[in-house]
Protein backbone atom coordinates (compact mmCIF):
# COMPACT_ATOMS: atom_id res chain seq x y z
CA UNK A 1 0.00 0.00 0.00
CA UNK A 2 3.05 2.30 0.81
CA UNK A 3 4.38 1.47 -2.60
CA UNK A 4 1.34 2.15 -4.05
CA UNK A 5 0.83 5.76 -2.28
CA UNK A 6 4.97 6.63 -3.44
CA UNK A 7 4.00 6.03 -6.66
CA UNK A 8 0.64 8.07 -6.83
CA UNK A 9 3.60 10.40 -5.35
CA UNK A 10 5.92 10.19 -7.33
CA UNK A 11 3.87 10.24 -10.64
CA UNK A 12 2.10 13.63 -9.42
CA UNK A 13 5.33 14.89 -8.69
CA UNK A 14 6.14 14.23 -12.51
CA UNK A 15 3.09 15.38 -13.74
CA UNK A 16 3.61 18.97 -11.78
CA UNK A 17 7.09 19.59 -12.99
CA UNK A 18 6.36 19.07 -16.30
CA UNK A 19 3.73 21.19 -16.14
CA UNK A 20 5.36 23.82 -14.45
CA UNK A 21 8.21 23.27 -16.86
CA UNK A 22 5.92 23.72 -19.94
CA UNK A 23 4.53 26.87 -18.36
CA UNK A 24 8.12 28.58 -17.54
CA UNK A 25 9.52 31.62 -19.75
CA UNK A 26 12.73 29.53 -20.80
CA UNK A 27 10.04 26.82 -22.53
CA UNK A 28 7.18 29.57 -23.42
CA UNK A 29 10.08 31.90 -25.46
CA UNK A 30 11.68 28.32 -26.80
CA UNK A 31 8.00 27.36 -28.31
CA UNK A 32 6.96 31.04 -29.25
CA UNK A 33 10.32 31.92 -31.22
CA UNK A 34 10.33 31.36 -34.85
CA UNK A 35 12.47 28.46 -36.26
CA UNK A 36 12.96 30.64 -39.11
CA UNK A 37 13.94 34.36 -39.38
CA UNK A 38 14.06 37.19 -41.83
CA UNK A 39 16.76 39.64 -41.21
CA UNK A 40 17.77 42.95 -43.20
CA UNK A 41 21.05 43.37 -43.78
CA UNK A 42 23.04 45.58 -41.36
CA UNK A 43 20.44 45.05 -38.55
CA UNK A 44 20.43 43.77 -34.97
CA UNK A 45 18.05 41.48 -33.73
CA UNK A 46 17.30 39.99 -30.30
CA UNK A 47 15.85 36.45 -29.98
CA UNK A 48 14.57 36.53 -26.40
CA UNK A 49 15.17 33.22 -25.30
CA UNK A 50 15.04 34.11 -21.18
CA UNK A 51 17.49 31.17 -20.21
CA UNK A 52 18.90 30.92 -17.00
CA UNK A 53 22.40 30.44 -16.52
CA UNK A 54 25.37 30.03 -18.89
CA UNK A 55 24.07 29.38 -22.60
CA UNK A 56 26.62 28.76 -25.31
CA UNK A 57 25.63 30.10 -28.92
CA UNK A 58 27.09 29.47 -32.40
CA UNK A 59 26.21 30.69 -36.14
CA UNK A 60 27.19 28.35 -38.71
CA UNK A 61 28.05 31.04 -41.14
CA UNK A 62 29.83 33.88 -39.03
CA UNK A 63 30.68 35.75 -42.05
CA UNK A 64 26.65 35.96 -43.20
CA UNK A 65 25.61 35.96 -39.14
CA UNK A 66 27.42 37.24 -36.00
CA UNK A 67 25.16 35.35 -32.89
CA UNK A 68 26.78 36.64 -29.10
CA UNK A 69 25.12 35.69 -25.78
CA UNK A 70 23.18 38.61 -24.02
CA UNK A 71 22.50 39.15 -20.02
CA UNK A 72 19.17 40.67 -19.24
CA UNK A 73 20.11 43.01 -16.60
CA UNK A 74 20.39 40.87 -12.96
CA UNK A 75 17.76 38.31 -13.39
CA UNK A 76 20.12 35.67 -14.15
CA UNK A 77 18.90 35.38 -18.12
CA UNK A 78 20.46 35.20 -21.31
CA UNK A 79 19.26 35.92 -24.79
CA UNK A 80 20.76 35.85 -28.05
CA UNK A 81 21.80 38.65 -29.70
CA UNK A 82 22.04 38.11 -33.51
CA UNK A 83 23.93 40.87 -36.40
CA UNK A 84 23.73 40.23 -40.02
CA UNK A 85 27.06 40.89 -42.24
CA UNK A 86 25.83 39.52 -45.36
CA UNK A 87 23.29 38.22 -47.37
CA UNK A 88 23.03 34.77 -46.90
CA UNK A 89 22.20 32.06 -44.86
CA UNK A 90 22.68 30.47 -41.27
CA UNK A 91 21.87 28.68 -38.15
CA UNK A 92 22.07 29.77 -34.99
CA UNK A 93 22.10 27.46 -32.51
CA UNK A 94 22.15 27.13 -28.68
CA UNK A 95 22.90 24.87 -25.75
CA UNK A 96 22.49 24.88 -22.13
CA UNK A 97 24.83 24.01 -19.69
CA UNK A 98 27.28 23.83 -22.55
CA UNK A 99 25.99 20.31 -24.04
CA UNK A 100 21.97 20.32 -24.03
CA UNK A 101 20.61 21.86 -27.13
CA UNK A 102 18.41 24.42 -26.97
CA UNK A 103 16.88 26.24 -29.84
CA UNK A 104 17.79 26.58 -33.34
CA UNK A 105 16.44 29.37 -36.04
CA UNK A 106 17.22 29.43 -39.34
CA UNK A 107 18.40 33.55 -40.05
CA UNK A 108 17.98 34.29 -43.74
CA UNK A 109 19.46 37.97 -44.39
CA UNK A 110 17.55 40.17 -46.93
CA UNK A 111 19.49 43.09 -49.08
CA UNK A 112 18.40 46.11 -46.87
CA UNK A 113 15.91 49.00 -48.37
CA UNK A 114 16.70 52.43 -47.21
CA UNK A 115 14.49 55.52 -48.15
CA UNK A 116 13.59 59.04 -47.26
CA UNK A 117 10.76 59.21 -45.87
CA UNK A 118 8.20 61.42 -47.30
CA UNK A 119 5.25 63.45 -45.85
CA UNK A 120 4.97 66.32 -48.21
CA UNK A 121 1.77 66.82 -49.91
CA UNK A 122 1.70 66.90 -54.17
CA UNK A 123 -0.32 67.32 -57.09
CA UNK A 124 -0.90 64.59 -59.57
CA UNK A 125 -1.75 64.62 -62.75
CA UNK A 126 -2.99 60.97 -64.62
CA UNK A 127 -3.26 61.36 -68.13
CA UNK A 128 -5.18 57.94 -69.34
CA UNK A 129 -3.42 55.68 -71.97
CA UNK A 130 -6.84 56.28 -74.41
CA UNK A 131 -10.08 58.03 -73.63
CA UNK A 132 -12.12 56.60 -70.55
CA UNK A 133 -15.96 56.63 -71.66
CA UNK A 134 -17.61 57.84 -68.77
CA UNK A 135 -21.06 57.89 -70.20
CA UNK A 136 -23.52 58.64 -73.12
CA UNK A 137 -25.84 61.83 -74.44
CA UNK A 138 -28.88 61.59 -75.76
CA UNK A 139 -29.09 63.68 -79.64
CA UNK A 140 -30.70 63.11 -82.71
CA UNK A 141 -34.02 62.61 -83.27
CA UNK A 142 -34.05 59.92 -81.99
CA UNK A 143 -32.87 60.66 -78.35
CA UNK A 144 -30.23 58.20 -78.32
CA UNK A 145 -26.98 57.52 -78.27
CA UNK A 146 -24.54 56.25 -81.55
CA UNK A 147 -21.72 54.90 -79.26
CA UNK A 148 -24.65 52.81 -77.03
CA UNK A 149 -26.12 52.05 -79.81
CA UNK A 150 -23.00 49.89 -81.24
CA UNK A 151 -22.75 48.47 -77.77
CA UNK A 152 -19.74 50.80 -76.38
CA UNK A 153 -19.93 50.23 -72.30
CA UNK A 154 -18.74 52.84 -69.40
CA UNK A 155 -15.40 52.44 -68.61
CA UNK A 156 -14.14 50.98 -72.14
CA UNK A 157 -11.32 52.80 -73.43
CA UNK A 158 -10.68 54.59 -76.57
CA UNK A 159 -6.92 53.85 -77.90
CA UNK A 160 -7.84 54.82 -81.61
CA UNK A 161 -9.84 56.41 -84.24
CA UNK A 162 -9.55 55.66 -88.05
CA UNK A 163 -6.58 53.73 -87.05
CA UNK A 164 -4.50 57.01 -85.48
CA UNK A 165 -3.98 56.58 -81.21
CA UNK A 166 -6.32 59.37 -79.35
CA UNK A 167 -4.50 61.19 -76.12
CA UNK A 168 -7.44 63.82 -75.94
CA UNK A 169 -10.33 64.71 -76.38
CA UNK A 170 -9.51 67.21 -79.30
CA UNK A 171 -7.62 63.91 -80.89
CA UNK A 172 -10.88 62.04 -80.97
CA UNK A 173 -13.30 64.73 -82.30
CA UNK A 174 -11.33 65.76 -85.26
CA UNK A 175 -11.07 61.52 -86.17
CA UNK A 176 -15.11 61.96 -86.00
CA UNK A 177 -15.02 65.31 -87.83
CA UNK A 178 -12.82 64.13 -90.57
CA UNK A 179 -14.33 61.14 -91.35
CA UNK A 180 -16.50 60.38 -94.43
CA UNK A 181 -18.82 57.95 -92.98
CA UNK A 182 -19.03 55.50 -90.12
CA UNK A 183 -16.43 55.35 -87.57
CA UNK A 184 -13.91 53.08 -86.59
CA UNK A 185 -12.96 52.71 -83.02
CA UNK A 186 -10.00 50.65 -81.16
CA UNK A 187 -11.54 49.84 -77.54
CA UNK A 188 -9.61 48.24 -74.34
CA UNK A 189 -12.22 46.55 -72.24
CA UNK A 190 -10.49 45.51 -69.31
CA UNK A 191 -7.60 43.03 -70.81
CA UNK A 192 -8.90 42.76 -74.31
CA UNK A 193 -9.09 44.73 -77.43
CA UNK A 194 -11.60 44.98 -80.05
CA UNK A 195 -12.57 47.14 -83.16
CA UNK A 196 -16.12 48.90 -82.90
CA UNK A 197 -18.07 50.84 -85.76
CA UNK A 198 -20.13 53.93 -84.98
CA UNK A 199 -22.22 55.71 -87.15
CA UNK A 200 -22.02 59.30 -86.15
CA UNK A 201 -25.06 62.11 -85.95
CA UNK A 202 -24.95 64.90 -87.90
CA UNK A 203 -26.35 67.83 -86.49
CA UNK A 204 -28.07 70.83 -87.91
CA UNK A 205 -24.64 72.58 -87.45
CA UNK A 206 -23.44 69.71 -89.85
CA UNK A 207 -21.29 68.05 -86.90
CA UNK A 208 -20.44 64.74 -85.95
CA UNK A 209 -21.84 63.52 -82.54
CA UNK A 210 -21.29 59.77 -81.24
CA UNK A 211 -23.20 60.72 -78.27
CA UNK A 212 -20.80 59.68 -75.74
CA UNK A 213 -18.66 61.70 -72.57
CA UNK A 214 -14.50 60.47 -72.02
CA UNK A 215 -12.25 61.35 -69.81
CA UNK A 216 -8.95 62.08 -70.59
CA UNK A 217 -7.12 62.55 -67.38
CA UNK A 218 -7.54 62.65 -63.56
CA UNK A 219 -5.63 65.35 -60.98
CA UNK A 220 -5.70 65.27 -56.85
CA UNK A 221 -3.85 66.12 -53.90
CA UNK A 222 -1.94 62.95 -52.37
CA UNK A 223 0.89 62.34 -49.91
CA UNK A 224 4.32 61.18 -50.90
CA UNK A 225 5.49 57.99 -48.71
CA UNK A 226 9.32 57.93 -49.25
CA UNK A 227 11.77 59.03 -52.19
CA UNK A 228 14.76 55.97 -52.77
CA UNK A 229 17.67 58.15 -53.34
CA UNK A 230 19.80 55.32 -54.95
CA UNK A 231 17.25 54.61 -57.43
CA UNK A 232 15.77 58.46 -57.66
CA UNK A 233 12.59 56.81 -57.44
CA UNK A 234 9.50 57.67 -55.68
CA UNK A 235 6.35 56.03 -53.96
CA UNK A 236 3.04 57.76 -52.90
CA UNK A 237 -0.45 57.39 -52.11
CA UNK A 238 -0.57 53.61 -51.39
CA UNK A 239 -3.36 52.47 -52.95
CA UNK A 240 -4.27 52.41 -56.62
CA UNK A 241 -6.14 55.74 -58.40
CA UNK A 242 -9.06 55.15 -60.35
CA UNK A 243 -11.47 57.00 -62.28
CA UNK A 244 -14.11 58.72 -60.55
CA UNK A 245 -16.95 57.71 -62.52
CA UNK A 246 -16.54 54.39 -63.78
CA UNK A 247 -13.90 53.07 -60.51
CA UNK A 248 -11.90 51.38 -63.50
CA UNK A 249 -7.76 51.47 -62.54
CA UNK A 250 -6.78 54.43 -64.67
CA UNK A 251 -3.28 53.12 -66.92
CA UNK A 252 -1.37 55.91 -67.77
CA UNK A 253 1.30 58.61 -66.74
CA UNK A 254 1.61 62.15 -65.52
CA UNK A 255 3.61 64.87 -63.87
CA UNK A 256 3.76 65.16 -59.85
CA UNK A 257 3.95 68.74 -58.76
CA UNK A 258 4.68 70.15 -55.23
CA UNK A 259 1.13 71.13 -53.71
CA UNK A 260 -0.15 72.49 -50.42
CA UNK A 261 -2.72 71.98 -48.07
CA UNK A 262 -5.18 75.13 -48.08
CA UNK A 263 -8.16 74.20 -45.73
CA UNK A 264 -9.24 70.99 -43.96
CA UNK A 265 -12.70 69.86 -43.77
CA UNK A 266 -13.05 67.66 -40.66
CA UNK A 267 -14.07 63.89 -40.72
CA UNK A 268 -17.03 62.88 -38.70
CA UNK A 269 -18.48 59.27 -38.03
CA UNK A 270 -20.42 58.80 -41.62
CA UNK A 271 -18.94 61.71 -43.38
CA UNK A 272 -15.53 61.49 -44.15
CA UNK A 273 -12.89 64.47 -44.33
CA UNK A 274 -11.18 66.27 -46.95
CA UNK A 275 -7.51 68.16 -47.26
CA UNK A 276 -8.14 71.21 -50.00
CA UNK A 277 -5.34 71.87 -51.67
CA UNK A 278 -3.65 73.35 -55.00
CA UNK A 279 -0.95 72.49 -56.80
CA UNK A 280 2.37 74.69 -56.75
CA UNK A 281 2.71 75.11 -60.20
CA UNK A 282 5.66 78.23 -59.73
CA UNK A 283 8.06 75.60 -57.78
CA UNK A 284 8.01 73.38 -61.31
CA UNK A 285 7.45 69.89 -62.05
CA UNK A 286 9.27 67.42 -59.29
CA UNK A 287 8.61 64.19 -60.72
CA UNK A 288 6.75 61.69 -63.41
CA UNK A 289 4.40 58.71 -62.48
CA UNK A 290 5.50 55.67 -64.69
CA UNK A 291 2.89 53.40 -62.69
CA UNK A 292 -0.89 52.99 -60.83
CA UNK A 293 -0.66 49.75 -58.96
CA UNK A 294 -2.83 48.78 -56.25
CA UNK A 295 0.08 49.29 -53.66
CA UNK A 296 0.21 53.29 -55.28
CA UNK A 297 1.77 55.39 -57.85
CA UNK A 298 5.14 54.75 -58.40
CA UNK A 299 7.78 56.95 -60.57
CA UNK A 300 10.87 58.72 -61.38
CA UNK A 301 12.37 62.22 -59.17
CA UNK A 302 15.82 63.51 -59.62
CA UNK A 303 15.94 64.88 -56.56
CA UNK A 304 14.45 64.35 -52.72
CA UNK A 305 11.30 67.13 -52.56
CA UNK A 306 11.61 69.51 -50.22
CA UNK A 307 10.43 70.39 -46.90
CA UNK A 308 10.83 66.54 -45.69
CA UNK A 309 10.40 65.75 -41.50
CA UNK A 310 13.77 63.56 -41.54
CA UNK A 311 16.76 64.26 -43.95
CA UNK A 312 18.52 60.79 -43.82
CA UNK A 313 17.40 57.52 -45.38
CA UNK A 314 15.43 55.33 -42.75
CA UNK A 315 15.56 51.31 -42.79
CA UNK A 316 12.12 49.44 -44.78
CA UNK A 317 10.42 47.24 -42.30
CA UNK A 318 9.63 43.74 -43.27
CA UNK A 319 6.68 42.95 -42.36
CA UNK A 320 7.58 40.80 -39.46
CA UNK A 321 9.52 43.51 -38.21
CA UNK A 322 6.09 45.66 -37.29
CA UNK A 323 4.40 45.23 -34.30
CA UNK A 324 1.20 46.60 -32.42
CA UNK A 325 1.78 49.64 -30.22
CA UNK A 326 2.76 53.08 -30.71
CA UNK A 327 3.72 54.91 -34.20
CA UNK A 328 3.86 58.02 -35.99
CA UNK A 329 2.51 59.56 -39.03
CA UNK A 330 4.06 61.83 -41.31
CA UNK A 331 1.34 64.57 -43.10
CA UNK A 332 1.14 68.00 -44.02
CA UNK A 333 -2.11 69.99 -42.21
CA UNK A 334 -1.52 73.42 -43.16
CA UNK A 335 0.81 74.91 -46.52
CA UNK A 336 3.77 72.51 -47.26
CA UNK A 337 4.99 72.06 -43.53
CA UNK A 338 5.53 68.21 -42.94
CA UNK A 339 4.74 67.46 -39.11
CA UNK A 340 4.15 63.67 -36.82
CA UNK A 341 1.40 62.60 -35.24
CA UNK A 342 0.69 59.99 -32.87
CA UNK A 343 -1.00 57.01 -33.77
CA UNK A 344 -1.32 53.29 -32.29
CA UNK A 345 -0.80 50.54 -34.73
CA UNK A 346 -4.09 48.31 -33.69
CA UNK A 347 -4.06 45.09 -35.75
CA UNK A 348 -1.61 43.39 -37.80
CA UNK A 349 -2.54 41.02 -41.18
CA UNK A 350 -0.41 38.49 -41.81
CA UNK A 351 1.23 38.57 -45.67
CA UNK A 352 3.35 36.43 -47.13
CA UNK A 353 2.56 38.18 -50.69
CA UNK A 354 2.01 41.90 -51.46
CA UNK A 355 -1.92 42.07 -50.24
CA UNK A 356 -3.37 45.68 -49.49
CA UNK A 357 -4.95 46.31 -45.99
CA UNK A 358 -2.11 45.38 -43.84
CA UNK A 359 -2.76 46.91 -40.71
CA UNK A 360 -5.39 49.06 -39.01
CA UNK A 361 -3.92 52.10 -37.56
CA UNK A 362 -5.43 54.11 -34.78
CA UNK A 363 -5.01 58.09 -34.55
CA UNK A 364 -4.60 59.44 -31.14
CA UNK A 365 -2.86 62.30 -31.42
CA UNK A 366 -4.77 64.72 -29.96
CA UNK A 367 -3.67 67.97 -32.80
CA UNK A 368 -4.53 65.53 -35.39
CA UNK A 369 -8.37 64.43 -33.87
CA UNK A 370 -8.97 68.05 -33.08
CA UNK A 371 -8.11 69.79 -36.61
CA UNK A 372 -8.76 67.13 -38.80
CA UNK A 373 -10.69 64.40 -36.70
CA UNK A 374 -8.91 61.52 -37.55
CA UNK A 375 -7.66 59.93 -41.67
CA UNK A 376 -9.05 62.40 -43.79
CA UNK A 377 -9.36 62.04 -47.73
CA UNK A 378 -5.76 63.16 -49.14
CA UNK A 379 -3.48 61.96 -46.35
CA UNK A 380 -3.43 58.49 -48.65
CA UNK A 381 0.44 57.92 -48.60
CA UNK A 382 1.00 59.15 -45.14
CA UNK A 383 4.70 57.33 -44.43
CA UNK A 384 4.04 55.25 -41.03
CA UNK A 385 7.25 55.27 -38.87
CA UNK A 386 7.79 52.94 -35.88
CA UNK A 387 11.45 52.29 -33.79
CA UNK A 388 13.05 54.47 -36.72
CA UNK A 389 11.40 52.27 -39.26
CA UNK A 390 9.65 53.19 -42.71
CA UNK A 391 6.63 50.17 -41.90
CA UNK A 392 4.04 51.56 -44.10
CA UNK A 393 1.56 54.39 -45.32
CA UNK A 394 -1.99 55.30 -44.70
CA UNK A 395 -4.79 54.06 -47.71
CA UNK A 396 -7.66 54.44 -46.82
CA UNK A 397 -10.06 55.33 -43.52
CA UNK A 398 -13.01 53.83 -41.70
CA UNK A 399 -16.36 55.68 -42.94
CA UNK A 400 -17.77 54.66 -40.04
CA UNK A 401 -14.90 55.83 -37.90
CA UNK A 402 -12.51 58.86 -39.58
CA UNK A 403 -10.33 58.14 -36.25
CA UNK A 404 -9.60 54.55 -37.64
CA UNK A 405 -8.16 53.63 -41.28
CA UNK A 406 -6.05 50.93 -43.05
CA UNK A 407 -2.11 50.87 -43.58
CA UNK A 408 -0.02 48.76 -46.35
CA UNK A 409 3.20 47.61 -45.46
CA UNK A 410 5.91 49.30 -46.82
CA UNK A 411 7.95 46.69 -48.61
CA UNK A 412 5.21 45.80 -50.55
CA UNK A 413 5.54 49.61 -52.19
CA UNK A 414 8.94 49.45 -52.07
CA UNK A 415 9.12 46.20 -53.66
CA UNK A 416 6.54 47.76 -56.69
CA UNK A 417 8.67 50.58 -56.79
CA UNK A 418 12.19 49.61 -57.12
CA UNK A 419 12.15 46.13 -57.88
CA UNK A 420 8.91 46.26 -60.77
CA UNK A 421 9.91 42.73 -62.49
CA UNK A 422 9.95 40.77 -59.37
CA UNK A 423 5.77 40.87 -59.12
CA UNK A 424 2.80 42.25 -61.65
CA UNK A 425 1.35 44.91 -59.01
CA UNK A 426 -0.78 46.25 -61.59
CA UNK A 427 -4.50 44.59 -61.29
CA UNK A 428 -6.93 45.58 -64.36
CA UNK A 429 -9.87 43.91 -63.72
CA UNK A 430 -12.51 43.22 -66.56
CA UNK A 431 -15.35 46.21 -66.91
CA UNK A 432 -18.43 45.00 -65.86
CA UNK A 433 -20.94 45.23 -68.70
CA UNK A 434 -23.10 48.47 -67.50
CA UNK A 435 -26.23 50.02 -68.44
CA UNK A 436 -25.90 52.84 -70.38
CA UNK A 437 -25.65 56.15 -68.06
CA UNK A 438 -26.76 59.15 -69.90
CA UNK A 439 -24.98 62.59 -69.04
CA UNK A 440 -26.05 66.24 -69.46
CA UNK A 441 -24.67 68.03 -72.27
CA UNK A 442 -22.98 70.43 -69.73
CA UNK A 443 -20.62 67.46 -68.73
CA UNK A 444 -16.93 68.06 -70.25
CA UNK A 445 -15.29 66.12 -72.92
CA UNK A 446 -18.73 65.13 -75.03
CA UNK A 447 -17.69 63.70 -78.12
Known amino acids: MNKGWYG ?3 RLGVAAGLTWLCSSGPVTQLVSTPD ?14 QVPGHLQVNSSNARVVEAQTLPVGNKGLTHVSVLSHDVGDAVVSTRIFGFLPWKAVHVNVVPREDVIVGGQSIGVVLHSKGLIVIGFQRIGPSDGSPAADAHIQVGDVVEAAEGHPVQSVLDLRRAVSHSSGTVQLTI ?42 EHHRFGALGHLISDADTGQAIE ?18 GKPGEKRGRFVRSLGQI ?34 QVHK ?3 E ?33 HVTDPRLLREAGGIVQGMSGSPIVQDGRLVGAVTHVFVSDPTRGYGVY ?12 AEDTMVQEDVPALFPRYLNAAHAGSV
Open 8 to 10: MCA
Open 36 to 49: EIRLPLGQRLTLDL
Open 188 to 229: RRGKEHREVTIDPITDTQGLKHLGMFVRERTTGVGTLTFYDP
Open 252 to 269: GTGPVYPSEVTGLVKGAP
Open 287 to 320: GNIEENTPFGVFGSMANAPNAGLVGKPLPVALPE
Open 325 to 327: GPA
Open 329 to 361: IFTVLQGQTVKSYKVEIESLVHQDEPAIKSMVV
Open 410 to 421: ALWMVNACVHPE
